[in-house]
């Protein structure tokens, strides 16, 4: 038998119902706290030549300060993407921007702050941006045929004690030290032409020893390997020189490490800039 509930019970409940489903509605509604936002801020052209000033990405707990860098460098930063997934009309790799902002004394994380970046450039420049996954081509890194030839090492990649040493001089090429894939990618993708992703799906640290002797590419390929081009490609995929026995850098990682790299198109995240205006709305 189910206890007599009284019309004050009733209304009792009733009462308490509403103000919990009112307390979790305001809780929905404060899910994330408000923004910090600029208290000062300056978006100006910038004016000066190109060669007079080096552009720099300066950000401090309350303020941020650019100089001298393009749109598409700016946006590069803040999206984490880098320069080479931001698309978008062909001005922002010419128009430089300096922007100074201050949040008047409130500290924010980077990550914040770069938000922030966009948030006013969107307000100064009429701003409209969105992510889409666009084909382009990559330097694929996966596990060799042959097997993996290095040793995972639960050192800290971080370590103090134990150093990445690099070195990139004339006629040779060295990469040593305790590293994750992220990492490696990081110092053997700089300068390939071409966004590198990790396919290998290996986690932790690895030790790796890397030397490859690159100087071998002619200048006609050298100049593609800038540009990404399949004839440097071809080049860095190539087994040693039957004349001189230079090893290019992926074959030496195929041969060294166990690690191989294709050149595919892949899908990769990009931001895409829809509109914006070149020069900013007055400060």
Request: aromatic letters at 6%; hydrophobic letters at 40%.
């Amino acid at each position: 038998m189910r206890p007599f509930i009284g019309c004050s019970q009733r209304r009792l409940r009733g009462r308490l119902m509403t103000i919990l489903l009112f307390g979790c509605l305001c809780a929905a509604g404060q899910g994330s706290p408000s923004p910090v936002e600029f208290g000062a801020a300056s978006v100006k052209l910038c004016t000066h030549p190109e060669h007079t000033a080096l552009p720099s990405f300066i950000v401090e707990p309350d303020r941020v300060t650019i100089e001298g860098l393009q749109l598409r460098a700016i946006l590069g930063t803040t999206s984490g993407l880098g320069m080479n997934r931001v698309a978008g009309p062909d001005w922002i790799n010419t128009a430089r921007y300096d922007i100074f902002a201050t949040t008047g004394g409130s500290a924010v994380t980077r990550q914040q702050m770069y938000r922030m970046v966009e948030g006013l450039l969107e307000e100064r420049l009429q701003m409209k941006i969105h992510r889409e996954d666009r084909p382009l081509p990559a330097f694929v890194l996966s596990i060799a045929k042959g097997g993996l030839k290095i040793r995972r090492d639960d050192t800290p990649a971080d370590d103090p004690n134990h150093p990445v040493h690099v070195v990139y001089e004339a006629g040779h090429g060295s990469l040593a030290g305790t590293m994750s894939m992220e990492q490696l990618i990081f110092y053997v993708g700089r300068g390939q032409g071409r966004l590198m992703k990790d396919a290998t799906g290996l986690e932790g640290a690895y030790v790796i020893r890397l030397d490859w002797i690159p100087e071998y590419l002619p200048p006609m390929a050298r100049r593609g390997l800038d540009t990404g081009t399949d004839a440097a490609n071809d080049r860095l995929l190539a087994p040693p020189s039957a004349d001189t026995g230079d090893w290019g850098l992926f074959y030496a990682m195929e041969k060294q490490l166990g690690l191989n790299v294709t050149s595919r198109t892949i899908p990769m995240e990009n931001l895409v800039v829809d509109q914006a205006v070149r020069v900013p709305t007055p400060n």
